[in-house]
């Protein structure tokens, strides 16, 4: 076997390394996003607050989310994918800090809105990143087991924190989460590499060709003119609505306040909807091939079970 086909084998194998580092972060990205739910009671009552902090708390990590994702675009064409996602999990690591020793709701607010900054910047450029190591045919299914392993993370912010905050509180529980999202920016750092090139590899994927580059006016302008764009953004609007406000914000306390469960049972209660994410991450992906033969029935499909599930609650 000649130098350029072992260089090929270690590439192919050493991909797998970037993509379970990048996955790992984004199991962080999901538990940062999930995690109050299950603290909050004890988060209103050691800061003194009421049920509107909670609000504010899951306030302060979205909407900066939300903000940060056209620059997540722009800084890993500009920075590069993988010094984007290190700088900013610090940013998310000062945040997860600043809400563990917050004297205060104030501050509570102001390191969630860290966190929230921080984690934004993990998704977009991990895309760019796994386009360069895998194959566009592998690519959905690399995005789906991405996908999966943020309901992982979903999973890790129910029971297991409901179980490590009684062992030694929510602010000990977030100090540790903290060094672990330190830990993860430096194997980020010392690891992953855009490219295979930048590891001293050939290529993992085949060249493509490359398309004359568009402005970023030109394509915003483009992306909101075209009508199954504002379609799909109001159904993921919405989607994302239920699922979040649920599992992450106002689930917890409404099991704990009306049903007088305690944090450990509240917490497998919500567990259900990351499980639900994890397998969904895979079987939707395998009914929209084999069952319906595409994604809109699918995506319709879901829409409606969503609908009813969300008017039970309601009524």
Not at 221 to 240: E, H, I, P, S
Not at 246 to 257: A, I
Request: hydrophobic letters at 55%.
């Amino acid at each position: 076997m000649n130098t350029a086909d072992t260089l090929l084998r270690r590439a192919l194998r050493y991909r797998w390394l970037v993509f379970w580092l990048l996955a790992m972060g984004y199991i962080l990205v999901y538990f940062h996003r999930l995690c109050a739910a299950v603290v909050a009671v004890d988060m209103m009552q050691d800061l003194k607050t009421g049920g509107a902090l909670l609000g504010l708390l899951g306030a302060a990590y979205f909407y900066p989310y939300a903000l940060m994702q056209v620059p997540a675009g722009i800084l890993s064409d500009s920075w590069g994918p993988r010094r984007t996602v290190t700088l900013f999990f610090l940013v998310a690591c000062a945040g997860s800090l600043l809400l563990a020793l917050a004297p205060t709701a104030g501050w509570a607010i102001l390191g969630r809105t860290l966190v929230g900054t921080g984690v934004a910047m993990l998704f977009v450029p991990t895309l760019k990143i796994l386009s360069h190591w895998f194959d566009k045919k592998e690519f959905a299914t690399m995005t789906g087991l991405l996908v999966a392993m943020g309901g992982i993370g979903s999973l890790i912010a129910t029971s297991p924190l409901a179980w490590l905050s009684n062992a030694l509180g929510w602010r000990s529980s977030f100090l540790l989460i903290s060094g672990f999202t330190l830990v993860v920016a430096g194997l980020l750092w010392t690891f992953v590499r855009d490219t295979p090139a930048d590891r001293g590899f050939p290529p993992t994927v085949p060249e493509a060709h490359a398309d004359e580059p568009i402005p970023l006016k030109e394509g915003i302008r483009r992306v909101l003119a075209d009508r199954g764009f504002w379609w799909l953004g109001v159904w993921f609007f919405c989607n994302c609505a239920i699922f979040f406000s649920y599992s992450g914000l106002w689930g917890g306390p409404y099991l704990m306040h009306v049903y007088r469960l305690d944090k450990g049972d509240a917490g497998s209660v919500l567990a259900m909807m990351a499980l639900g994410m994890i397998a969904g991450s895979f079987l939707l992906g395998w009914l929209a091939r084999n069952i319906f033969r595409g994604r809109k029935p699918l995506i319709l499909l879901c829409g409606a079970i969503s609908l009813l599930i969300t008017a039970a609650f309601t009524l």
